[in-house]
């Protein structure tokens, strides 16, 4: 019988370093994976270690790949091997390439401690999407004890193996989680969120605190230097044009925007805002309206009965 590693070594080339790749994963993708297993499990038999399946979507520049999102999958187990639903994929690529017209579909992922022969059947399901299609394993039991994240990527590569071309995994080996600001905000903030819902520890609070303090402190500076001016102006306070040529360099400092692309979008989200807060206030009348209905019916079947009780 053969060994796990000479398993591997039949599923994966170790003499690939698929080093010619750049690839940076966001942690919205780590994040959606996690959540992912961790809802199968939770559904699953006890003490279960479940295996999930998804594609992996970004933006791909020649030899540098930025993957930013992952969605799931949905697959069945036909004979043995897994077949993944084709047209969900398509339909699903289809959404994505209308919110995000440059995005393409870079390949998959899948939870594993290791590369397995039927993971090839599956990465060859995703060839017609993509003809270089990545995969993406994450280990989700070594998860608790790894001091690094055990993420892992392939490309395929053709080989000859016993004189006979083979499609063998290549791992990559340059590739590197890049955040954005937002991402970096939400992990720190998720990451320090107890499960009692409490953000013990988590930055978001602290800079939003801050936040808020500066925009008070400029506003109320604002109305200061706003006061003096109007007084000055009304010759209630003498004219001291060295202080008002400061003041001049101070409000030159403060962004004033006034353009026609920025009253045309702040329009389109003022509008926006009235849209929501009207189909609210619809809503709420239809509730209205409907409770009142209910309540006519049944004083009304109430009053039927009553009047069937009389003989009327």
């Not at 030159?252 to 009207?278: G, H, M, Q, R, S």
């Not at 004083?299 to 009553?306: G, L, M, V």
Request: glycine share 6%; with cysteine; net charge negative.
């Amino acid at each position: 019988m053969a060994t796990t590693q000479q398993k591997q070594q039949a599923v994966v080339d170790k003499e690939g370093t698929g080093a010619a790749l750049n690839i940076s994963l966001h942690p919205l993708v780590i994040l959606n994976i996690s959540d992912h297993y961790t809802r199968q499990k939770v559904l699953g038999p006890k003490n279960s270690n479940p295996r999930v399946i998804g594609a992996l979507f970004g933006i791909q520049s020649g030899r540098n790949i930025e993957i930013t999102n992952s969605y799931e999958l949905v697959h069945n187990e036909v004979e043995g091997a897994t077949v993944i639903d084709t047209e969900f994929l398509t339909t699903k690529q289809a959404q994505y390439k209308e919110v995000f017209p440059n995005g393409d579909l870079l390949g998959w992922y899948s939870t594993g401690s290791e590369c397995k022969t039927t993971d090839l059947k599956i990465h060859q399901q995703f060839v017609p999407f993509n003809e270089s299609p990545l995969y993406l394993l994450l280990d989700a039991v070594a998860c608790s004890v790894a001091r690094e994240l055990p993420i892992y990527i392939y490309e395929s590569e053709l080989r000859i193996v016993d004189g006979e071309p083979t499609n063998l995994f290549s791992k990559v080996s340059n590739f590197k989680i890049e955040p954005e600001v937002a991402e970096r905000i939400a992990v720190d903030h998720v990451a320090h969120t107890t499960t009692t819902g409490n953000a013990e520890g988590s930055q978001l609070p602290t800079q939003l605190a801050g936040m808020q303090n500066a925009i008070k402190m400029l506003n109320m500076r604002l109305k200061i230097i706003k006061n003096y001016l109007e007084a000055t102006q009304k010759g209630e306070l003498p004219k001291d044009h060295a202080l008002l040529r400061q003041t001049r360099g101070i409000i030159d400092l403060i962004p004033a925007i006034d353009t026609p692309k920025f009253k045309e979008e702040f329009l389109n989200e003022y509008n926006d805002a009235l849209l929501v807060t009207y189909l609210s206030s619809i809503t709420k009348g239809a509730n209205i309206m409907n409770d009142l209905v209910e309540r006519y019916n049944v004083a009304y079947d109430k009053q039927n009965k009553r009047s069937r009780g009389l003989g009327f």
